[in-house]
């Protein structure tokens, strides 16, 4: 750090007083223990989120969870209701450590007998919430099923086009080329467009796939997007009364959550052969069968193909047992065959390649770019940086890692012996005018926002960063 910032800072900042949450390495613990006596309690953290030693803490409201930190219960409960029900303990530094593990250990959160109702009942009003906000959201998507269809049409001609090849040059796939283009138009054109492009499964969502479109295997973003159609499709018709039609490259295992597409083994779908020998031939279009299983959070090729007269299943097919079963009754095989080609065939109509190429190049739009940009160059390395994430620090900038299109920034906190793993949205720079009387916790009429003023040596008005 140089002189200048290493002023700028002492000038500009009081110290930190968040001593700690540095915390042991952990050994996870068999189970949760509640209302420990102070010397029997063995935290891996010194403080709680509020900053009172955990041997302070009442012993009616004491809980240690699996993960070896502890906390006052109210305290606790009031984060996971701030936060939307995260399962992410606040003193982790990494952001990695979870507060239960199951629904077992949840539960018996919930069910502390220290824990004040009101806050309870708060934790339950937050779950109504929830719930409504889900059922309004998977509304609006059966409403406009067309997209979430566009998005699965996408997946499939981007995981069909030129299945061997491992190029990353976009001109090298027309078809997904165009598709993932139309695609990218239509989600622009949307009013909320936010939510489509946050729309996705897990860690995976559509934003993230066209960032990182350019460093990914094609078929690879296919196999994501079809797994983001398949999830929102089965929410909407086990979770809602709306029933849309399944695309007709996809079919639906009976009394299971499986999906079932495939892929072509050919290599070029320009030299596919004509719809009226794959329709006489049994075997002029074998077809390699991917399985979307929602119950089981796994998507994948199967080892089983597909022929105009039935399917080769073999000994290790790769598949659900339900999906096995399926496609060893003949009729079904056949059936799916021919449903199969004959999508297939009308889908490469529609697009008319042929062998032109595509006018639009396959890469991310200005907007997505400029966002991208900002991004990577706002900080480097050797930045001061003011940090906001338990409660507000200053550190500097000591790496800067990018995976998969995500950037994770590695910064070293000053005062405090600790080392935070944060995202571009936990970074501000240095001197950002935000004032403490701000800080608010989750019950505004928590009397401990006094005590956490009164802890951070300045006034109310200086500049900080702040959760």
């Known amino acids: ?38 010397g029997d309690r063995k935290c891996d953290n010194k403080q709680d989120m509020m900053m009172d030693n955990i041997e302070e803490i009442v012993q009616d409201k004491f809980i240690r969870t699996t993960n070896g930190l502890c906390h006052n219960v109210d305290d606790l409960v009031r984060y996971i209701i701030s936060t939307k029900g995260q399962n992410i303990d606040p003193l982790d530094p990494a952001k990695v450590a979870k507060i239960w593990k199951d629904d077992i250990e949840k539960v018996q959160i919930l069910s502390h007998p220290g824990l004040d109702p009101e806050i309870l009942s708060d934790y339950y009003k937050l779950l109504e919430e929830l719930d409504k906000e889900k059922i309004a959201h998977l509304r609006l998507i059966a409403d406009n099923i067309n997209i979430l269809n566009q998005i699965g049409d996408t997946g499939f001609l981007a995981l069909n086009d030129k299945i061997s090849s491992f190029s990353k040059d976009p001109e090298d796939f027309l078809f997904a080329q165009k598709a993932v283009y139309t695609l990218f138009e239509k989600l622009q054109a949307q009013p909320n467009k936010d939510l489509w492009l946050n729309l996705g499964v897990g860690g995976i969502n559509l934003r993230q796939i066209l960032k990182t479109l350019k460093d990914e295997c094609i078929h690879g973003v296919g196999f994501k997007l079809l797994w ?240």
């Open 228 to 467: 983001i159609y398949c999830n929102w499709y089965n929410k909407i018709i086990t979770q809602t009364d709306k029933r849309p039609v399944l695309q007709q490259y996809m079919v639906k295992i009976p009394k299971s959550q499986s999906y079932v597409t495939f892929h072509v083994k050919m290599e070029d779908l320009k030299e596919l052969p004509s719809l009226e020998k794959a329709e006489k031939d049994p075997t002029a279009m074998p077809l390699t069968l991917v399985e979307n299983d929602i119950s089981k959070d796994k998507y994948g090729r199967t080892y089983i193909t597909l022929y105009g007269n039935g399917a080769d299943v073999g000994r290790f097919p790769n598949a659900s047992k339900e999906m096995e079963d399926y496609f060893k009754n003949n009729q079904n095989a056949k059936d799916t065959h021919r449903q199969f080609i004959l999508t297939l065939y009308s889908m490469l109509d529609e697009l008319d390649i042929g062998k032109k190429k595509v006018e639009q190049p396959l890469e991310i739009k200005e907007e997505l770019k400029e966002e991208i940009k900002k991004e990577k160059e706002e900080y480097k390395v050797g930045d001061m940086v003011d940090v906001f994430d338990i409660i507000w620090s200053v550190g500097e900038i000591m790496e800067i890692r990018v995976q998969k299109g995500i950037t994770t920034y590695i910064v070293s906190l000053y005062n405090e012996n600790a080392t935070v793993y944060v995202s571009y949205q936990h970074l501000s720079p240095l001197g950002t005018k935000v004032k403490l009387e701000e800080l608010k916790s989750p019950n505004k009429s928590n009397p401990k926002n006094e005590k956490m003023y009164n802890k951070i040596k300045g006034k109310k008005g200086d500049k900080c960063a702040i959760m």
């Open 1 to 38: 750090m140089d002189v200048k910032n290493a002023e700028l800072r002492n000038k500009a900042f009081p110290p930190i007083i968040r001593p700690q949450p540095q915390v042991a390495p952990r050994v996870r613990r068999e189970e949760v223990m509640l209302q420990l006596a102070p």
